[in-house]
């Protein structure tokens, strides 16, 4: 069979489950949710031993090794996955939820309701535990799901596709709830992305190059999560000890993630006495400091630092919704004129006042869990939660009332 | 200077402005609409001698009549034109408001607030009112907005920008606010859908064609309006005398328009009784009924009809979901448990029981205007008012916090 042929049929597969999974009860999609994270354990032998073996073939294949690491599913990672699952099982569920009702003076009553999108296609890199994070959170929002991994981790995938399946199958919920794409062919992808009307939305969990690969091919919505090129501003009304706490954690604490500073930009004329401060910081934790950037959009993932001296939060302002990538950045000072004018008018998912960058996250905003951080506009915008994986209908009821 | 440069350009002025138009306050953005009607009726002859010109050259190209009529501004267009400006200035502004307030447990304290996109560009065809309706509601939204209009109202589109904006400068509002791409080339349409960064999103505001093209191309989001293939469905619990009532509401009172029905169903026990009585009806009102239709999806937006027998509820809703175009759907019954299963499992914007489809309307839906009715399921689904036309961000404050 061609590629083509195979995701149409795979998406229609999903669509027709759809319906069913969309009309699940809380308790049943509680219920399927436990049981995958039984079977799981119960296969953690069948997938650990599928995840050495693409590690092996990784290996052989000279991957880089922090992208082997990305690929390993410890004994910690594993626990960690299966944990995820009775979490998700354990939040609130959306779907259902009415947003709003209203009376009509036409004598019709119209309610808002949240309910599923459909069919959810995700597209991952190396990590073989995306595949069952993402499936418990479109499982739990009443989603069918098709997956597409990478190729290194594609005996991971397979193991872990017929757990969850066979646990589905168990609970008696329809298997192409949660569909496993196993060719490795990079069609598939663009398949996917064009399968207007039986899928709904694609989001891609992985790197720069394969959201644009996406969002070029695509005939359907792509909820993209681009870069984090996050700002820490900071004013000459700032406290300057408050500044260099903000600073070290938005940097240092976790330098690999999305939402960790990349650039400090400083008022001018406490540039003078800051910076030798940042230095002295920069120094002690070993972050390496640009202070001569050719390149202010770059995302260092790394202790490395873009620093900028401007004029004020007007020229941190414009810098930052010029440079950055839209996703959090904060101003540090005591002036609640300027803190007010920088929440307003820098156009980011998460704009902060005296606080790190680093709370951009599902969990630290009370949403529970995250399927990304969108960088998008449409539809969700920060961290995407349950409820972003829903979209709302109207229900209209009324006695035989026509329009005059 | 080439297409590309020149959508480029206009692209980097409208981000430019952007910002100033996003932090007007709601009395400077009413006191623009208002500027803008004053100013339109002022204009009024220059628009209407430029209309002419269109309609002149229309003919002489010999354009179909129903489309030279579409480009007419008359009198009465006209009027209702400007008074829609004064109506959006009427309403309320949804710029600001808070979604909801979080205090977290880490002592951040986290602020969701409705923001305006940015950018936002509107691909419209023949009706030239359209220009001015799009702007008022981008202008009261905080949004800057660049138009592409057909090149059959080239003139009209020219005399309206002129007026509008004319209207910004005395008021001091930025006059790239509003932009009119006045070029006829088809590249300034793909141009403007592949302005990545700088137009946050697309509106298509015309046929099936035009909206195919622009997602074909788009790398950025555009928000759909398909077609309506709206379905009444006659359960054999139904009150007969309603469901003609309805059918004829939803097929006869403006069948032009996507919430008007296009395709009956009858459960097969009713069919024996009610298709004469659908039969006469059709007769007496001049509706042609395709009762062994070939095509399910057909939307006519004429005095046609397809006519269905299904075996019941479920046949029903499988059918609506295959051949419907997930815009507005009804069902007429007394049974509420059936009533209820349809109004969960028909996939659509806006679901029917007892209540005509042609409710799915802005204005009917109390949000005031509309800029149209979204068949995707992301953002927003059905009516689309002023909050569409909104995103949200996130602002965060504490006290020098910092994650742990």
Request: with cysteine; aromatic share 4%.
């Given at each position: 069979m061609d590629i083509s042929t195979m995701i149409h049929e795979m998406a229609l597969r999903a669509r027709a489950a759809s319906s069913s999974v969309a009309a699940l009860s809380t308790e049943k999609k509680d219920k399927a949710l436990l049981s995958i994270a039984d079977r799981?354990?119960?296969?953690?032998?069948?997938?650990?031993?599928?995840?050495?073996?693409?590690?092996?073939?990784?290996?052989?294949?000279?991957?880089?090794?922090?992208?082997?690491?990305?690929?390993?599913?410890?004994?910690d990672r594993f626990v960690s996955m299966v944990a995820g699952v009775r979490f998700v099982a354990s939040l609130p569920d959306p779907v259902g939820e009415t947003i709003w009702t209203r009376e009509r003076p036409s004598q019709i009553s119209i309610k808002k309701k949240r309910v599923p999108f459909g069919v959810i296609a995700v597209v991952f890199e190396s990590r073989p535990n995306v595949f069952v994070d993402t499936a418990s959170l479109c499982l739990k929002t009443g989603n069918a799901i098709i997956l597409r991994g990478g190729k290194e981790a594609i005996e991971s995938n397979k193991a872990l596709a017929a757990s969850v399946r066979a646990a589905l199958d168990q609970v008696g919920v329809a298997l192409?709830?949660?569909?496993?794409?196993?060719?490795?062919?990079?069609?598939?992808?663009?398949?996917?992305v064009r399968s207007v009307g039986l899928i709904d939305v694609a989001i891609p969990r992985g790197g720069e190059r394969l959201i644009k690969a996406m969002c070029e091919a695509?005939?359907?919505?792509?909820?993209?999560?681009?870069?984090?090129?996050?700002?820490?501003?900071?004013?000459?009304?700032?406290?300057?000890?408050?500044?260099l706490s903000i600073l070290d954690n938005a940097k240092?604490?976790?330098?690999?993630?999305?939402?960790?500073?990349?650039?400090?930009?400083?008022?001018k004329d406490l540039a003078p006495m800051f910076l030798p401060m940042v230095r002295a910081w920069a120094a002690?934790?070993?972050?390496?400091?640009?202070?001569?950037?050719?390149?202010?959009?770059?995302?260092?993932?790394?202790?490395?630092?873009?620093?900028?001296?401007?004029?004020?939060?007007?020229?941190?302002?414009?810098?930052?919704?010029?440079?950055?990538?839209?996703?959090?950045?904060?101003?540090?000072?005591?002036?609640?004129?300027?803190?007010?004018?920088?929440?307003?008018?820098?156009d980011s998912a998460a704009v902060y006042h005296n606080v790190s960058t680093r709370f951009t996250d599902g969990a630290e905003f009370g949403m529970g869990a995250e399927i990304g951080i969108s960088t998008d506009k449409l539809h969700a915008r920060g961290?995407?939660?349950l409820e972003e994986l829903t979209t709302y209908k109207y229900t209209i009821t009324g006695d035989g009332v026509i329009r005059g």
């Amino acid at each position: 069979m061609d590629i083509s042929t195979m995701i149409h049929e795979m998406a229609l597969r999903a669509r027709a489950a759809s319906s069913s999974v969309a009309a699940l009860s809380t308790e049943k999609k509680d219920k399927a949710l436990l049981s995958i994270a039984d079977r799981l354990e119960k296969d953690a032998d069948l997938i650990r031993e599928a995840n050495k073996r693409d590690v092996a073939s990784a290996k052989a294949a000279g991957l880089q090794p922090h992208l082997v690491d990305r690929l390993i599913l410890s004994e910690d990672r594993f626990v960690s996955m299966v944990a995820g699952v009775r979490f998700v099982a354990s939040l609130p569920d959306p779907v259902g939820e009415t947003i709003w009702t209203r009376e009509r003076p036409s004598q019709i009553s119209i309610k808002k309701k949240r309910v599923p999108f459909g069919v959810i296609a995700v597209v991952f890199e190396s990590r073989p535990n995306v595949f069952v994070d993402t499936a418990s959170l479109c499982l739990k929002t009443g989603n069918a799901i098709i997956l597409r991994g990478g190729k290194e981790a594609i005996e991971s995938n397979k193991a872990l596709a017929a757990s969850v399946r066979a646990a589905l199958d168990q609970v008696g919920v329809a298997l192409d709830a949660v569909q496993l794409v196993e060719s490795l062919d990079h069609a598939a992808v663009t398949e996917l992305v064009r399968s207007v009307g039986l899928i709904d939305v694609a989001i891609p969990r992985g790197g720069e190059r394969l959201i644009k690969a996406m969002c070029e091919a695509a005939l359907i919505p792509v909820l993209k999560h681009y870069k984090g090129v996050c700002h820490i501003y900071v004013d000459d009304k700032a406290d300057m000890a408050m500044a260099l706490s903000i600073l070290d954690n938005a940097k240092t604490q976790r330098p690999s993630v999305c939402n960790a500073a990349e650039c400090l930009l400083v008022q001018k004329d406490l540039a003078p006495m800051f910076l030798p401060m940042v230095r002295a910081w920069a120094a002690d934790k070993g972050v390496k400091l640009h202070e001569e950037s050719q390149n202010w959009e770059a995302e260092f993932l790394d202790l490395e630092l873009n620093v900028g001296v401007v004029n004020g939060v007007d020229e941190a302002i414009s810098h930052i919704n010029l440079y950055g990538s839209h996703h959090s950045d904060c101003i540090i000072t005591n002036d609640d004129e300027r803190a007010s004018k920088f929440l307003r008018d820098v156009d980011s998912a998460a704009v902060y006042h005296n606080v790190s960058t680093r709370f951009t996250d599902g969990a630290e905003f009370g949403m529970g869990a995250e399927i990304g951080i969108s960088t998008d506009k449409l539809h969700a915008r920060g961290p995407m939660g349950l409820e972003e994986l829903t979209t709302y209908k109207y229900t209209i009821t009324g006695d035989g009332v026509i329009r005059g």
